[in-house]
């Protein structure tokens, strides 16, 4: 293995044009999958950091008819789950179209962010650094003016001074007193800088505001309780929404409710194109192999350089190459005398412009044996390959 290694390096630095080609090939197609299956590994694979993941799930309205899928609630319908869902063992909405001005200290900062209800704190395992959460009682009209900031803009905008607790900050020149900081465990759809209660009013539950959808419905199994489940009770909730609202909820639209795992809502629109992608880089290392394999086989396996339009002439393979390197040689032995040679091979290797098409110079010596003449390959006294009968004048 030393000898074969040391060989290999020798020959490495006898071509560094090849061999830096060669590398570079490699390491673009390396480089490249590396890159995508980073992103699949985070995206699909393990995309939730949230304790017991496989149990978080989130709700999807259907309407078949219409090829719409997965859409979100509104306030009446996250009011109605909460009622009728006995299959999880929380449930929570979050509404993700929000924009937030941090004002006051400092130049106004556009901040991300979300309203969410306090029970997607638990959900997700959230703990504070310092302070506390929102509690159910903030998503009341009137006590939702309380925060939880993150981390990053605790020590950003704040220098992490302790004393922000309890304290009221500017947000869309509202004040909003800070409850807690958290460490920055909220990832992907639930990623943000500030996380403010949503509040709920009795007139957010009137029929009129059915179709005002656009809230994120999360819950969490119930231990024991599958996917499958979930989705069977959900059906009966579809049933008695259907019995409740007729006006909205019509069958010939293709009505339904489904259950689905939180890390398909949080791959999103990405799962194809990374599937994709993945494909294509694949191809791609596989075509940068099978390229940097076919010039290293021509290359190092005669001891010659890469077959040209013309097939050049030249030393064999070195005596301290492997057995798969070793030197090739033709055994001329006449048909009539049974007088025998053994002619070194100028060039053995695969003929140029002809795949698969193996290709072998000999230059015949002047005492070589004429008439009628088996010509045999021959690698270190082992005969390789048919015997040729050949007329040499």
């Given at each position: 293995?030393?000898?074969?290694l040391?060989?290999?390096?020798?020959?490495?630095?006898?071509?560094?044009?090849?061999?830096?080609?060669?590398?570079?090939?490699?390491?673009?197609?390396?480089?490249?999958?590396?890159?995508?299956?980073?992103?699949?590994?985070?995206?699909?694979?393990?995309?939730?950091?949230?304790?017991?993941?496989?149990?978080?799930?989130?709700v999807?309205?259907?309407?078949?008819?219409f090829?719409?899928h997965?859409?979100?609630?509104?306030?009446?319908?996250?009011?109605?789950?909460?009622?009728?869902?006995?299959?999880?063992?929380?449930?929570?909405a979050?509404?993700?179209?929000?924009?937030?001005?941090?004002?006051?200290?400092?130049?106004?900062?556009?901040?991300?962010?979300m309203?969410?209800?306090?029970?997607?704190f638990?959900?997700?395992?959230?703990?504070?650094?310092?302070g506390?959460?929102?509690?159910?009682?903030?998503?009341?009209?009137?006590?939702?003016?309380?925060v939880?900031?993150?981390?990053?803009?605790?020590?950003?905008r704040?220098g992490?001074?302790?004393?922000?607790?309890?304290?009221?900050?500017?947000?869309?020149?509202?004040?909003?007193?800070?409850?807690?900081?958290?460490?920055?465990?909220l990832?992907?759809r639930f990623?943000?800088?500030?996380?403010?209660?949503?509040?709920?009013?009795s007139g957010?539950?009137?029929?009129?505001?059915?179709?005002n959808?656009?809230l994120?419905?999360?819950?969490?199994?119930?231990?024991?309780?599958?996917?499958?489940?979930?989705?069977?009770?959900?059906?009966?909730?579809?049933?008695?929404?259907?019995?409740?609202?007729?006006?909205?909820y019509?069958?010939?639209?293709?009505?339904?409710l489904?259950?689905y795992?939180?890390?398909?809502?949080?791959?999103?629109?990405?799962?194809?194109p990374?599937?994709?992608?993945?494909?294509a880089?694949a191809?791609?290392?596989?075509?940068?192999?099978?390229?940097v394999?076919?010039?290293?086989?021509?290359?190092w396996?005669?001891?010659?350089?890469?077959?040209?339009?013309?097939?050049?002439?030249?030393?064999?393979?070195?005596?301290?190459?492997?057995?798969a390197?070793?030197?090739?040689?033709?055994?001329?032995?006449?048909?009539?005398?049974?007088?025998?040679?053994?002619?070194?091979?100028?060039?053995?290797?695969?003929?140029?412009?002809?795949?698969?098409?193996?290709?072998?110079?000999?230059?015949?010596?002047?005492?070589?044996?004429?008439?009628?003449?088996?010509?045999?390959?021959?690698n270190?006294?082992?005969?390789?390959?048919?015997?040729?009968?050949?007329g040499?004048?």
């Open positions: 293995m030393q000898q074969d040391r060989f290999a390096f020798r020959q490495l630095l006898k071509n560094p044009a090849f061999s830096i080609v060669a590398v570079l090939t490699l390491a673009l197609a390396i480089g490249a999958n590396c890159a995508i299956f980073s992103a699949i590994d985070a995206v699909l694979l393990h995309p939730l950091p949230y304790p017991d993941p496989d149990r978080l799930v989130f999807g309205e259907d309407l078949k008819h090829d719409l997965k859409i979100p609630a509104s306030r009446p319908e996250v009011n109605d789950y909460r009622k009728m869902v006995t299959s999880f063992s929380a449930i929570g979050a509404d993700h179209d929000t924009s937030f001005t941090l004002t006051g200290k400092g130049d106004p900062e556009m901040l991300p962010g309203r969410i209800t306090a029970s997607v638990s959900m997700l395992g959230v703990r504070p650094i310092i506390g959460l929102f509690t159910s009682d903030a998503e009341q009209a009137g006590k939702n003016r309380v939880v900031i993150s981390e990053g803009l605790w020590k950003r704040f992490g001074d302790s004393s922000i607790i309890g304290r009221s900050i500017q947000i869309n020149r509202e004040s909003y007193t800070v409850a807690g900081v958290i460490q920055p465990i990832q992907f990623a943000g800088d500030v996380w403010m209660p949503l509040a709920f009013t957010d539950f009137a029929a009129s505001s059915r179709g959808q656009y994120d419905v999360i819950g969490r199994l119930k231990p024991g309780v599958t996917i499958a489940q979930a989705n069977a009770e959900f059906q009966t909730i579809t049933r008695r929404m259907m019995s409740q609202y007729p006006d909205f019509k069958p010939e639209f293709g009505y339904s489904e259950v795992p939180l890390a398909e809502k949080a791959a999103g629109d990405l799962k194809t990374l599937v994709v992608l993945i494909g880089v191809m791609v290392m596989l075509i940068a192999c099978v390229n394999a076919g010039d290293t086989i021509v290359t396996a005669t001891g010659l350089d890469p077959t040209a339009f013309d097939p050049p002439t030249g030393e064999p393979a070195p005596d301290e190459a492997s057995p390197l070793v030197p090739i040689s033709i055994n001329l032995k006449s048909s009539t005398t049974g007088a025998q040679m053994t002619v070194p091979a100028a060039y053995a290797g695969l003929a140029p412009n002809f795949i698969g098409l193996d290709q072998i110079n000999v230059q015949l010596p002047a005492n070589a044996p004429t008439g009628s003449v088996i010509l045999q390959m021959e270190l006294s082992n005969l390789l390959g048919n015997a040729v009968v050949i040499i004048q």
